[in-house]
C-alpha cells in the first residue's frame, strides 16, 4: 500500500489521503482548504490523479474541511460510492448544501459590489453540484466492516463530533490507521474515543500539537463573558461551528439561565445548517450525552432565523441578545454581516468558541487586529473579542498520547502526523517520541510513503 498526502500537511485544513493498493484507489477525507489566500488557492488546482479513476472516498467525519472538496470532485467526474457513518452522512448532507450556498451567496455578493480582481467571480461549486456529491454518500455503522477492492474497511469510534470515526483499513497483510479529528476524553458533549486496534501505521492529526487545554471552567468563563456583555447594554455574537458547537454552546445558555447565573436575555440560532444539525443531533442521541429532554429543551430557549429577511431584522432588535451565526472561523456565512455591524462597537463582544486557523479573520481577531477586512472593506475592532476555552472537540497533544497509550500499538507502529500547524505537528512528534517506543515523523504536503 501507498499513501500520498494531497492536504492538512502543516496545516489544520484540506484533508485528503489517496491510498493506493494494487488497482485499488481510496481517497481517506475529501476536504477544502480555508485560512491563508495561498492555502485556500489549492482548492482550484487540479489534483494528481483523475476524479474518476477512484474506487470510493471515505469520510472520518463532517466537517468542512474533511468534506468540503466533494462536489469538486463530483464535478470532476467521480461517480463511486462514498463511505461514512449513518450520522456523517446526514450532517453532511446538510453541511455541503450549505457550503454550495454560501459560495454562491458570497459570489453574487462580490459580482453586485464589483469586489475582487474578477468580473464575474465564480464559486467553487454551487448547491446543485453539492446536491448531487451527496447522493454518492453511503451510510456504516462503527466497527462494520465492508470492502473496496480487496481493501477490508471499517470505521472505529473517535469522539468529537457526531459520527466521527478513525479510518482503518487492511490490506496486502498491512493495517493502516487514518484517525481523523480525535475527540476529548473528558468532552462535554461527545464521548471519549475508543483506543485503536493494533496498526503498521497510522495517520494522526496534531491540531492541538503544542497546546494543552486550560483548566478554566468554561461555564463560569462564558457566564462572565455574557453577564458583562450584558452590562454593558451590548450584544454577544458568535461564530460559530454548526454541528457540535452550537448545540453545546445553546444547551450551556439554556442551562446557565435556567440555574439564573445568566440573564435571560434572547438567543437567536441564526443559521438554517445549525437549526437542522440540532435536530440530527435528536435523532442520534445514543452517540453523544445528552439526553433526548436536554436535546429539545436547547431549542426551545431559542428563536431559530432561517431566511435572509429574519436575518436581516435582527439589526434592529433592541436590548442585550445573542445572536450565533457561521462560521466557526468568520471565514464566510452571516457571521459577517453580523459583525460588520457589530465591531466598531465597545459595548458588543465576538466570542469565538473554538481553534482559529492562521490566516482567518477568527485568528487575526484573536491576535489583536485593529480592523479586519470584511467584504472587501475594513472595520475597526472596537468590540471586545473573547475566546471560550473548554469546547474544543479535539484531544490536546497529551490527551492524545495517552489515548495512543491505550491502543493496541506497537513499538513497530509508524506516526504521519497531519493536521497541525508546523510548530504544533514538530512539538507533538517530539513529546510522542519522548512518552512512547514509536516512529514518529511530520508528513509533508505530497509527499508519498509505503506501509
Known amino acids: 500500500m501507498k499513501i500520498q498526502f494531497l492536504g492538512a500537511t502543516q496545516t489544520v485544513t484540506g484533508s ?6 494494487g488497482d485499488t484507489k481510496i481517497l481517506i477525507d475529501c476536504g477544502l482548504y480555508q485560512g491563508y489566500k495561498w492555502l485556500r488557492q489549492r482548492n482550484r488546482e487540479p489534483l ?17 474541511d474533511h468534506t468540503g472538496y466533494l462536489p469538486v470532485l463530483y464535478k470532476e467526474g467521480f461517480r463511486g ?13 446538510i453541511l455541503l448544501r450549505d457550503a454550495g450556498h454560501l459560495q454562491e451567496e458570497d459570489a453574487k455578493f ?24 451527496c447522493r454518492l454518500l453511503k451510510g456504516v455503522s462503527f466497527d462494520h466492516p465492508f470492502k473496496v477492492g480487496d481493501l477490508t474497511i471499517h470505521l472505529h469510534p473517535v469522539g468529537h463530533l457526531l459520527g466521527a470515526g478513525s479510518t482503518i483499513i487492511a490490506g496486502e497483510g498491512k493495517t493502516v490507521g487514518f484517525s481523523g479529528d480525535v475527540g ?3 468532552d462535554l458533549f461527545m464521548f471519549p474515543p475508543a483506543p485503536l486496534p493494533a496498526l503498521d501505521l497510522l495517520v494522526l492529526e496534531s491540531t492541538y500539537g503544542n497546546r494543552q487545554h486550560t483548566s478554566n471552567d468554561p461555564w463560569q468563563q462564558l457566564e462572565t463573558i455574557v453577564n458583562e456583555t450584558a452590562r454593558r447594554g451590548g450584544v454577544l455574537a458568535v461564530p460559530s461551528f454548526a454541528v457540535g458547537r452550537t448545540q453545546i454552546l445553546l444547551h450551556m445558555l439554556t442551562r446557565l439561565m435556567d440555574e439564573q447565573r445568566i440573564k435571560r436575555v434572547p438567543i437567536f440560532l441564526d443559521s438554517p445548517m445549525a437549526i437542522d444539525a440540532s435536530e440530527i443531533y435528536c435523532e ?19 428563536t431559530f432565523t432561517r431566511t435572509v429577511d429574519q436575518s436581516k431584522q435582527l439589526s434592529e432588535e433592541d436590548g442585550s441578545h445573542i445572536i450565533i451565526a457561521g462560521s466557526g472561523m468568520a471565514t464566510g456565512g452571516r457571521i459577517l454581516h453580523h459583525m460588520k455591524r457589530l465591531l466598531p462597537f465597545p459595548k458588543n463582544t465576538i466570542m469565538f468558541t473554538g481553534f482559529q486557523a492562521g490566516g482567518t479573520r477568527g485568528a487575526n481577531m484573536l491576535e489583536g487586529a485593529e480592523a479586519i477586512k470584511i467584504h472587501g472593506a475594513y472595520v475597526p475592532c472596537a468590540a471586545h473579542v473573547e475566546l471560550l476555552d473548554g469546547l474544543s472537540g479535539h484531544a490536546d497533544y497529551a490527551e492524545i498520547t495517552e489515548w495512543l497509550k491505550a491502543s493496541a500499538l506497537t513499538p513497530q507502529t509508524r506516526i504521519y502526523l497531519v493536521h497541525g500547524e508546523p510548530d504544533a505537528a514538530d512539538h507533538q512528534r517530539k513529546y510522542i517520541e519522548e512518552q512512547t517506543p514509536m516512529t514518529v515523523k511530520v508528513a509533508e504536503y505530497m509527499q508519498t510513503i509505503t506501509v
Open 16 to 21: 485528503k489521503y489517496l491510498l493506493t493498493s
Open 48 to 64: 494528481p490523479f483523475k476524479a474518476s479513476s477512484l474506487d470510493a472516498v471515505i469520510l472520518t467525519h463532517a466537517h468542512i
Open 284 to 302: 442520534y442521541n445514543e452517540l453523544h450525552r445528552l439526553s433526548a429532554e436536554e436535546c429539545r429543551s436547547l431549542c426551545q430557549a431559542t
Open 184 to 186: 476529548r476524553p473528558n
Open 81 to 93: 460510492p462514498v463511505y461514512c457513518h449513518h450520522a456523517t452522512k446526514a450532517l453532511s448532507e
Open 110 to 133: 462580490y459580482e453586485r459590489h464589483k469586489i475582487g480582481k474578477h468580473e464575474k467571480p465564480e464559486p467553487l461549486y454551487d448547491i446543485d453540484t453539492a446536491v448531487a456529491s
